[in-house]
């Protein structure tokens, strides 16, 4: 039961590009979206998050688009640079609940 | 910036044994959680620890597995007579608090191999 969906498990993106991961979930309960960073040997890092009562949300480098009509989220990093290269985990809450996780999108910047 | 620590990074341990894994959340937080990512799967919630009581726990989380916070600081997951199939990375969490504008802040993981 894939709550969370990432379709792409990989996504190669030209340095100084944007890269646009994306994220699809399936609950209506869900309100509180987040996208976490991963490297090799390290935990999840929280990256920037969205709640439901928005549709964007902007930090830096990073941006979160939430469609709930689509049920869809995605997260645009531009320009890419070398460090962002890294497993991306959309993940997904309700109301004091758990946080339900997608499989991850492994991003590879390029020189 | 605080951070959740765990300990140990690795744990080897043979089938049917017993095996504790430690972590140190961000001290001010309330809300305390284990995570298990098998190799090639996803991050799969365990449990959600509160006010010194499991708060809610998944279905993974069996009479096999329990939580602790023995003291003001640890917060600890012991998973009695190992399984092969229990090897996995285990993520512990934390949260200021259990709201859903409060992201949870993850440490390094423990790797655990269950031989």
């Known amino acids: 039961d894939q709550q969370v969906k990432q379709n792409s498990p990989s996504l190669s993106v030209q340095e100084g590009r944007i890269s646009i991961l994306n994220c699809d979930y399936t609950?209506?309960?869900?309100?509180?979206f987040l996208w976490y960073k991963k490297y090799p040997a390290e935990g999840p890092t929280f990256l920037i998050s969205?709640?439901?009562?928005?549709d964007k949300n902007e930090d830096g480098r990073f941006t979160v688009f939430l469609n709930k009509s689509a049920k869809h989220l995605s997260l645009h990093i531009v320009p890419s640079q070398p460090g962002d290269s890294a497993v991306y985990f959309c993940?997904?809450?309700?109301?004091?609940?758990?946080?339900?996780f997608g499989k991850g999108t492994r991003l590879h910047i390029l020189p | 910036e605080p951070e959740v620590t765990q300990t140990p990074s690795h744990q080897v341990t043979q089938m049917g044994q017993e095996v504790i894994l430690r972590c140190v959340p961000i001290?001010?937080?309330?809300?305390f959680y284990w995570y298990r990512q098998i190799l090639g799967q996803k991050v799969e919630f365990l449990v959600s620890?509160?006010?010194?009581?499991?708060?809610?726990k998944s279905e993974i989380f069996d009479d096999q597995f329990s939580v602790e916070r023995p003291d003001g600081s640890n917060f600890t997951l012991k998973i009695r007579s190992t399984k092969l199939e229990d090897s996995a990375m285990y993520f512990c969490?934390?949260?200021?608090?259990?709201?859903?504008?409060?992201?949870?802040?993850f440490g390094d993981g423990t790797r655990l191999s269950i031989l």
């Open positions: 969490a934390s949260s200021p608090q259990g709201l859903s504008n409060q992201p949870q802040h």
């Open positions: 609950n209506s309960m869900f309100d509180y």
């Open positions: 969205i709640s439901s009562i928005k």
């Open positions: 993940a997904a809450s309700a109301l004091n609940d758990k946080i339900i």
């Open positions: 001290s001010n937080h309330l809300y």
């Open positions: 620890f509160y006010n010194n009581e499991i708060s809610e």
